[in-house]
């Protein structure tokens, strides 16, 4: 079994924990991914002073993390934020707005936020206001506005049978080496293949139990497989987060969480 050490989280980590936390993980994650970029401090339960320490240094810390993020959430909550998609006939809408589309519009006004503090069940799929909850750094609640706007599609396209419009959209999917995902072998992947996931975005917006199911309807030995951390997994890869990725996926072991 690799060697741990216990940490002290400087820095609020996704599939980790936050801000003021103590945690164990593998050596090599702390050496080579949290404290080269200051998520973590090392703490030792036999240096209980030094600990003491690094406790006040995060104290402080997050002190003004939260005076910044309550600066944030005043600012966002003063803005409404509009994405726009496509509708047809009826104003049907082709696509969806997801939680890295909000983000990348809060970024547009100059708002850094991580998408994956959103508090979505799943894509944004009508027109109209909705009103997101946002957990920003040291446990500051805050929402966002949304405008879900439509945008026409050219009647050309809106004449189409709908059948046809799926086809399109399929067409245009390009798929991606879902055996990246730590967990996925070959066979996995064309069984998510089969199932209409093709890609990194595609696996993030699909519940784990839904992936089960399909594995266990699958022929072959699937069923002993666990998808829980998939398409979190698939998150990272679509937003081009290797390092985090690769960091996390060294604490996984087959893609399940060591506990």
Not at 4 to 19: E, K, M, S, T
Not at 63 to 72: I, Q, V, Y
Not at 96 to 114: F, H, P, Q
Not at 198 to 210: F, K, M, R, V
């Amino acid at each position: 079994m690799a060697t741990q050490v216990q940490i002290i989280l400087a820095r609020d980590v996704p599939n980790l924990g936050r801000v003021g936390e103590l945690h164990k993980v593998r050596a090599g994650y702390a050496r080579n991914y949290l404290f080269p970029k200051g998520f973590a401090l090392p703490a030792s339960e036999k240096h209980v002073s030094r600990l003491e320490h690094q406790r006040k240094l995060i104290e402080h810390k997050m002190g003004l993390l939260r005076s910044e993020s309550e600066r944030k959430s005043a600012e966002i909550q003063k803005m409404q934020f509009t994405c726009n998609v496509k509708v047809g006939a009826n104003d049907k809408i082709f696509g969806s707005v997801t939680a890295r589309d909000i983000a990348d519009e809060l970024k547009n006004a100059g708002i850094v936020i991580d998408h994956r503090d959103l508090k979505m069940e799943g894509p944004l799929k009508t027109l109209g206001l909705h009103t997101i909850a946002l957990r920003l750094e040291a446990d500051v609640q805050s929402e966002v506005k949304v405008l879900v706007a439509g945008e026409k599609i050219e009647d050309a396209v809106e004449d189409e049978p709908e059948a046809n419009a799926q086809d399109v959209a399929a067409s245009d999917v390009e798929p991606e080496d879902l055996t990246k995902i730590e967990g996925v072998g070959p066979k996995i992947a064309e069984v998510l293949n089969a199932n209409g996931v093709l890609n990194y975005i595609q696996l993030a917006n699909t519940n784990p139990t839904l992936i089960k199911e399909w594995l266990t309807n699958a022929e072959g030995n699937f069923a002993a497989h666990t998808p829980d951390t998939w398409p979190k997994q698939a998150e990272l890869a679509a937003n081009g987060e290797w390092d985090e990725l690769k960091a996390w996926q060294d604490e996984l072991d087959g893609g399940k969480v060591v506990e």
